[in-house]
């Protein structure tokens, strides 16, 4: 533990020469003092109740933002409340969203809810959820892929919004492409100032609504399902390709680094928190230490390594939680299974956590943080002191 401490210190000392932040992590944390550096924080529960001057990192449970952030905001979080001014954009993945204050940029959020409050302005917006209900008002324009979308407020300039159920009841200035699996809903309050193309297999009663241009039915718009038993391939045989690769990823990871999955399994069982804050950090120091290194002829080679096995990583994140996830149900259940057990169960998982990535809502936002938990668990039991010369002698 102390070995890894010193070595994020360190990271983080090389990191501060070209840029100024900190780093947080635990399972409650507080922010009641002002912070003049971008701030990368991660746990649990998490409450901001002081401004933010820089940029804010953030990944938890609950999630809290109850003061001014001058910069750009990027999270992810299960129930997240926005309660203070944001000065650029937003960049968010959450169960729930619920946005209480102005946004002077961009939205950019995924989740199961999100809402908009009433008297909030933000600028743009786009979108993927379960439910989004928008009360305030949008600057720019509006993209959507949503179970049910609700508008009330106001949008100054286009709507583009894919969904299952689409109710309009306020006002859209720009050009209006609504496109529903259900209903479109017009409201009494609903206004559309622009063309309006729209599809949907119920019949639409526009009313009142169109105050210039005309409602077009558009079957472009027609909303299409993705096949998720594809599992991102386009026919049989590359499915086929695409399980067997997967299956030699997992093959070799299991192989070479059992042990060390052993005991990453332990960490997830026994820290998941710590294993979850270790795992953002490591996604977000290594491509600052990597970009850092191009800023010299010298670190040059270094940063393209690093950058390089970096990225691999990434690819292989599926693979990975895949393998640690499998050594969690063995050491859980006390199964002992063999390497081929372990492997197969693996395959199944890995093809489990692709299905959940392709559900729109939260699927990719559970993958992101069982990755971030795999990543740190592995981190949290890799032994960084060197081994002694005199071990193998003899």
Not at 25 to 35: A, D, E, N, Q, W
Not at 212 to 227: I, M, Q, S
Not at 247 to 274: C, D, E, G, H, W
Request: charged residues 10%; hydrophobic residues 50%; aromatic residues 12%.
């Amino acid at each position: 533990m102390k070995r890894l401490f010193v070595l994020f210190l360190s990271l983080c000392i090389v990191v501060s020469s070209a840029f100024a932040f900190r780093i947080q992590y635990g399972g409650t944390l507080t922010i009641s003092r002002p912070v003049y550096e971008d701030l990368y924080i991660a746990g649990g529960n998490i409450v901001i109740n002081a401004p933010v001057y820089g940029d804010l990192i953030i990944a938890g449970g609950t999630i809290h933002i109850n003061d001014t952030v001058t910069n750009d905001i990027l999270l992810a979080g299960g129930n997240v409340t926005f309660n203070g001014f944001v000065g650029d954009d937003i960049r968010c993945a959450g169960g729930s969203l619920h946005i209480l204050k102005n946004v002077a940029g961009d939205v950019v959020i995924t989740g199961g809810t999100i809402f908009i409050d009433k008297d909030v302005m933000i600028g743009g917006l786009i979108a993927s959820g379960g439910d989004i209900t928008i009360d305030g008002k949008v600057n720019n324009s509006i993209k959507a892929t949503t179970g049910k979308f609700i508008l009330n407020g106001t949008v100054l300039k286009d709507v583009d919004c894919r969904g299952g159920r689409i109710t309009i009841n306020g006002i859209i200035q720009g050009k209006a492409m609504l496109g529903a699996s259900g209903k479109i809903v017009i409201g009494d309050n609903a206004e559309f100032r622009n063309e309006v193309h729209y599809w949907t297999p119920h019949k639409v009663n526009f009313r009142q609504s169109l105050k210039a241009g005309n409602a077009v039915f558009d079957p472009a718009l027609k909303v299409k399902y993705g096949r998720w038993y594809y599992l991102g391939s386009s026919t049989w045989l590359g499915l086929l390709w695409y399980i067997g690769t997967a299956f030699l990823m997992i093959m070799i990871i299991q192989y070479l680094f059992s042990n060390t999955m052993k005991k990453a399994a332990n960490s997830v069982f026994n820290s998941p928190l710590r294993s979850l804050a270790y795992g953002f950090l490591f996604c977000i120091a290594v491509p600052v230490i990597a970009a850092i290194t191009f800023i010299t002829i010298i670190g040059l080679p270094v940063g393209i390594i690093l950058l390089f096995s970096y990225i691999m990583l990434i690819l292989l994140a599926t693979s990975i939680t895949s393998v640690v996830v499998a050594n969690w149900l063995n050491n859980l259940g006390n199964l002992n299974q063999k390497f081929w057990k372990i492997v197969f169960s693996a395959l199944g998982i890995f093809i489990l956590l692709k299905i959940l990535t392709y559900t729109p809502f939260l699927g990719w936002l559970i993958m992101v943080l069982l990755a971030f938990i795999s990543f740190g668990s592995i981190l949290l039991n890799v032994n960084w002191s060197r081994r002694n010369s005199n071990q193998f002698a003899g």
